[in-house]
């Protein structure tokens, strides 16, 4: 059972480390990023059990504009900040970041280190059914919010080497709000009893997969070293993956 709880971290993880086709990062590296990502689960519970117990203890939380409070500060900001902590914290100055490729292999690694834990804790709690529907659907979630902060988080990282400070600063605040946005939407839409919620669901996430999918095989194929004499083009985000969200 414990096994069918990690797989499906396992297989992600796979398919990212085989599409970093110029140069592989330190497995010691990635192995750092996993554990302090699945750390972070820590401050995840702490601070959302906090807010259920004390902060919104006499608060209807059926109310529709709570459940949007509740899933986009409370789950969506808390997980993704501890996510994006660790990812520039251990990466952004580490020598080893030295391709574009890098920064979504690094905010993967991290997001499966949280994933993965927070689905041995629903398997523990919930059993194997909800386990394996998490493993499904929250934990290829959480890589697909990855994909995007890394997007971004390579993109301030060729700004800084362009000494571009606005560009930098813009895309490392992006890295953060995009992964929030699609995380909250995300539990938003399955918290509720509204059809059309459901519906909205449905349609949100062929979307953000397809978009997802595509920009991963193009980062990867075409995945350069980062160099102060990048033209701004390249780095802008002109091409952004939000577009036609």
């Not at 970041?97 to 629903?122: H, K």
Request: hydrophobic share 50%.
């Amino acid at each position: 059972m414990f096994l069918l709880a990690i797989l499906p971290s396992i297989i992600l993880f796979i398919i990212v480390w085989r599409a970093d086709k110029i140069e592989k990062e330190p497995i010691k590296l990635l192995l750092k990023l996993f554990g302090l990502g699945a750390l972070t689960v820590i401050s995840a519970l702490v601070i959302g059990m906090f807010c259920d117990d004390v902060v919104f203890a006499s608060v209807n939380k059926q109310n529709l504009l709570f459940i949007l409070f509740d899933n986009m500060i409370v789950t969506a900001l808390v997980e993704e900040a501890g996510k994006y902590f660790v990812l520039k914290k251990v990466t952004w100055k580490h020598p080893e970041f030295n391709y574009t490729f890098d920064a979504v292999v690094y905010a993967v690694c991290v997001s499966l280190g949280f994933a993965t834990v927070e689905n041995i804790f629903y398997l523990i709690d919930e059993g194997i059914d909800i386990a394996i529907i998490r493993g499904l659907l929250s934990v290829p979630g959480h890589v697909i919010d990855a994909i995007f902060m890394g997007y971004y988080y390579g993109l301030a990282k060729c700004a800084d080497a362009a000494q571009d400070d606005a560009g930098r600063s813009r895309n490392l605040k992006l890295a953060l709000i995009v992964p929030v946005l699609l995380h909250g939407v995300y539990d938003f839409c399955i918290s509720t009893d509204y059809t059309i919620l459901l519906v909205a669901f449905i349609v949100f996430e062929i979307v953000v997969i397809r978009k997802a999918i595509k920009k991963f095989k193009q980062l990867s194929n075409e995945d350069r070293e980062i160099s102060p004499h990048e033209e701004a083009a390249e780095y802008t985000g002109t091409d952004e993956i939000t577009e036609g969200l």
